[in-house]
Nanobody, 114 residues
Framework: QVQLVESGGGLVQAGGSLRLSCAAS????????TSWYRQAPGKQRELVAS???????NYANSVKGRFTISRDNAKNTVYLQMNSLKPEDTAVYYC????????WGQGTQVTVSS
């Protein structure tokens, strides 16, 4: 059974940093593309960053240069380091993998105050 558990969200002032974690069970991140999405109130869920099994990364234009996605295969965990946070980064952040269907974690709230 695939399970994704996010953690690391919280309240931070603009310009601050947070690191989100996504721990997996039932799958191996090292052979999959893992993504971080976010959904702000009243908005559609959007792709923030992804990392392939080979380690290639991709970022939304809005977070390039500020966010970094990485993976620790030994811990089967994917991270999202978020620096220079802005109020518009406020959202619930979700971890995602696609194995025939989409699997999502429960989400973690990130709130950036101005």
């Amino acid at each position: 059974q695939v399970q994704l558990v996010e953690s690391g969200g919280g309240l931070v002032q603009a310009g601050g940093s947070l690191r989100l974690s996504c721990a997996a069970s039932g799958i191996a991140f090292s052979i999959l593309t893992t993504s971080w999405y976010r959904q702000a109130p009243g908005k559609q869920r959007e792709l923030v960053a992804s990392i392939t099994g080979g380690g290639s990364t991709n970022y939304a234009n809005s977070v390039k240069g500020r966010f970094t996605i990485s993976r620790d295969n030994a811990k089967n965990t994917v991270y999202l380091q978020m620096n220079s946070l802005k109020p518009e980064d406020t959202a619930v952040y979700y971890c995602n993998v696609k194995i025939i269907k989409d699997y999502w974690g429960q989400g973690t709230q990130v709130t950036v105050s101005s």
